[in-house]
């Protein structure tokens, strides 16, 4: 069971990225967050709800809920992101070879990337039409 | 995010201050395509940069691939954070990073 459970419910829009990061931040500053992990954890955040921004809606705004959850035991955060866009799983995407050069290289791919590297888990699914991405870090 | 532009002659300095993200990236971007031409020395000063998501990220790897064409480019005193971002994403072997 968890300990704490927060809701924001806004407009999937970059506009309302401070927002966001505003509602998950205050949920750390209750806990000893190190810097390190809040950055990875803002990094996340911002890279799964600029994706629903983005992708999600086809050229009209809809709204995305963001579910905060703080449990102890170890001390651990879940941010669980809904949208009611198109189906999509971010994690079935390729990872980018991160080993070429910087003119191999393509522009892209590298936020899910990141996610998927700072968090220690990330679950994806689609359920009554809804795509449901859950993050989960021990702090 | 504030930037602070020094040129001198063909070498510019660019110091990035505060969150270069999603929100801050595309300023940086317009401001380089306006400043690049001519320089072959960038140095990228990061020691007030607090935040860099993928979208700096790309605008960083943009830049390394026009100064690939003309000079080089270069990141100063990044701190901890970001240099672990940098390494996670493989720019540590991309980018020049001091």
């Known amino acids: 069971m968890g300990e704490?459970?927060?809701?924001?419910?806004?407009?999937?829009?970059?506009?309302?990225?401070?927002?966001?990061?505003?509602?998950?931040?205050?949920?750390?500053?209750?806990?000893?967050?190190?810097?390190?992990?809040?950055?990875?954890?803002?990094?996340?955040?911002?890279?799964?709800?600029?994706?629903?921004?983005?992708?999600?809606?086809?050229?009209?705004?809809?709204?995305?809920?963001?579910?905060?959850?703080?449990?102890?035991?170890?001390?651990?955060?879940?941010?669980?992101?809904?949208?009611?866009?198109?189906?999509?799983?971010?994690?079935?995407?390729?990872?980018?070879?991160?080993?070429?050069?910087?003119?191999?290289?393509e522009i892209g791919g590298l936020g899910i990337f990141m996610v998927k590297k700072t968090m220690d888990d990330i679950k994806y699914e689609y359920k009554d039409g809804k795509n449901i991405l859950t993050l989960r870090k021990e702090i | 995010m504030t930037i602070n532009k020094e040129t001198n002659g063909s070498s510019l300095i660019m110091g990035i201050e505060g969150r270069l993200d999603t929100a801050t990236s595309p300023e940086l971007e317009a401001e380089l395509k306006a400043s690049l031409e001519g320089i072959d020395d960038l140095v990228f000063e990061f020691s007030n940069l607090d935040y860099i998501s993928s979208a700096g990220l790309r605008v960083l790897l943009s830049a390394q691939k026009t100064m690939n064409k003309q000079g080089k480019m270069v990141i100063r005193n990044a701190n901890d954070s970001i240099k672990e971002i940098f390494d996670v994403t493989g720019f540590t072997d991309i980018l020049t990073i001091e």
Request: proline share 4%; aromatic share 6%.
């Open chain 1, 4 to 105: 704490t459970l927060k809701k924001l419910e806004l407009e999937a829009k970059t506009d309302n990225l401070d927002q966001v990061l505003e509602f998950v931040d205050s949920t750390l500053e209750e806990v000893e967050c190190s810097i390190k992990t809040q950055t990875q954890i803002d990094i996340a955040v911002e890279e799964i709800f600029v994706n629903i921004a983005h992708y999600a809606y086809n050229n009209v705004i809809g709204n995305a809920t963001i579910l905060v959850e703080m449990n102890t035991d170890p001390l651990t955060i879940s941010i669980t992101f809904i949208d009611n866009g198109t189906p999509y799983d971010p994690l079935a995407k390729a990872d980018p070879d991160v080993t070429l050069s910087a003119e191999e290289r």
